[in-house]
């Protein structure tokens, strides 16, 4: 079955220091991945989706995400952090042709001044 | 497009009483969903519909949980009775497939307490 850990809970970083979240999955195929962004009491947005072709994908708001099939693993990046970007991050991975996402539990992102 | 839009935002009812939960999807969106979110469980896919046919409902909780889709602009899901393990906040997000596969756009979500 399809899965997706994000080991992660919370993290906390300084504003303008740099962020990696992190982002395993589980599935047969070759994986459909998105990160999505979810701010306090609105539903989620997508900031970045991987298909195929370059494993270095670039999204919304300054973010970025390397596929990594040896690991399993599709890491968002950002290497400056905004108080602004504080909020929980969705890592997913698509089944049924992409059309069906299976989420992570989430990463609770904290920006401090 | 207005995006998703969902009613009531908010809902507070009493155990045993049956709640309504109402979903717009974008206009021309093929796929629609239901997600339940808690503290506890996380984000939960409950059901989704594709040209307004369900297509996989397992993870509809129990027999309490019902969804329909009757036509491309309307879905309801419905809790019949409800119990305050039911509280949570349920997302209907739409999306479409081919180009802008995978991308879902989310509502805002109804938060439902049941006391």
């Known amino acids: 079955a399809q899965s997706v850990t994000q080991p992660d809970i919370h993290i906390t970083v300084s504003e303008g220091a740099s962020l990696e979240l992190r982002c395993n999955y589980s599935y047969g195929a070759t994986p459909y991945l998105f990160w999505y962004v979810q701010s306090p009491g609105q539903g989620l947005q997508l900031l970045l989706k991987?298909?195929?072709?370059?494993?270095l994908v670039q999204g919304i708001k300054g973010f970025e995400a390397e596929f990594k099939r040896s690991q399993s693993s599709f890491n968002l990046r950002k290497p400056s952090v905004h108080w602004s970007d504080a909020a929980e991050y969705f890592c997913?991975?698509?089944?049924?042709?992409?059309?069906?996402?299976?989420f992570g539990a989430g990463t609770i992102l904290r920006v401090k001044s | 497009d207005a995006g998703v839009i969902q009613s009531p935002r908010h809902e507070v009812t009493e155990m045993g009483q049956e709640v309504t939960l109402r979903c717009k999807p974008i206009?021309?969106?093929?796929?629609l969903f239901w997600y339940r979110q808690t503290m506890m469980r996380g984000l939960e896919l409950l059901i989704y519909f594709n040209n307004n046919v369900p297509i996989d409902d397992s993870g509809m909780p129990e027999d309490r949980f019902s969804a329909k889709m009757p036509n491309a602009s309307f879905s309801t899901l419905k809790i019949q009775p409800s119990e305050p393990r039911d509280s949570a906040v349920y997302f209907c997000a739409s999306s479409r497939t081919g180009d802008h596969t995978g991308e879902l756009f989310f509502g805002e979500g109804s938060r439902l307490t049941v006391l």
């Open positions: 206009s021309g969106h093929d796929y």
């Open positions: 997913a991975v698509g089944v049924d042709r992409g059309n069906k996402l299976v």
């Open positions: 991987y298909f195929s072709g370059d494993t």
